[in-house]
């Protein structure tokens, strides 16, 4: 029974941090905000807005109940929506591509950071669809222990990828701005393809 419990939550854990690691919106903002504020936890701050999202999504798709495939018009809003969120938050961080000196660098408010990282995991399409779909297979199929392991491996993921990050920052002079790169790049290319699926579903 225990050595259930344990394979189970650890499964969890393995999906939770499967699901953070790679390459998005909200890992994007992640770096930004570590490299671009005085304190590395300003990414951390980010990462539990996401998560907290993702709380909301599964409560959401838990009380739907089954499978969710939006029509065409309302996936065209949501992948918009989208594209507009990660071209703004792209444009925010290009603001920042000249280091600011430690005199001009402001305070970390790490509210804004919460709502940043809230505020783009509620739209981003990615989070939306695989939570109505994928998702609600993974709540329906699981227990509460998975779960649990679940939003552990997401834990982990936002403490130690801010601190990994920061730690570069600190050690390699180039790591600023290749950081910055990294989530630019993210946001960019995630907005491109958003509105090439936007004119997809239109012309289709």
């Not at 939550?9 to 939770?16: H, Q, S």
């Not at 590395?40 to 838990?62: E, K, N, Q, Y």
Request: with cysteine; glycine share 8%; charged share 10%.
């Amino acid at each position: 029974m225990v050595l259930e419990i344990l394979i189970s939550f650890a499964a969890g854990i393995l999906l939770g941090l499967s699901i953070a690691a790679p390459p998005g919106p909200v890992n994007a903002l992640i770096a930004t905000h570590v490299v671009t504020k005085t304190k590395w936890w300003a990414g951390t701050f980010v990462g539990s807005g996401a998560m907290t999202a993702d709380a909301i999504f599964l409560v959401i798709t838990f009380s739907i109940g089954t499978a969710v495939h939006p029509a065409a018009g309302a996936l065209m809003v949501i992948y918009g929506l989208g594209a507009c969120v990660m071209f703004f938050f792209a444009h925010k961080a290009s603001k920042a591509w000249e280091r600011p000196s430690v005199e001009e660098t402001q305070e970390t408010k790490l509210t804004h950071s919460y709502l940043t990282g809230l505020a783009v995991a509620m739209t981003n399409p990615y989070q939306i669809l695989w939570w109505l779909t994928a998702g609600l297979a993974f709540i329906q199929s699981v227990g509460i222990v998975i779960v649990a392991g679940f939003f552990t491996g997401i834990v982990i993921w936002i403490i130690s990828f801010p601190f990994a990050l920061d730690y570069a920052r600190k050690r390699i002079e180039k790591a600023y701005k290749a950081i910055l790169l990294f989530a630019l790049a993210t946001l960019v290319v995630l907005g491109v393809w958003l509105v090439a699926q936007v004119v997809i579903l239109a012309i289709g």
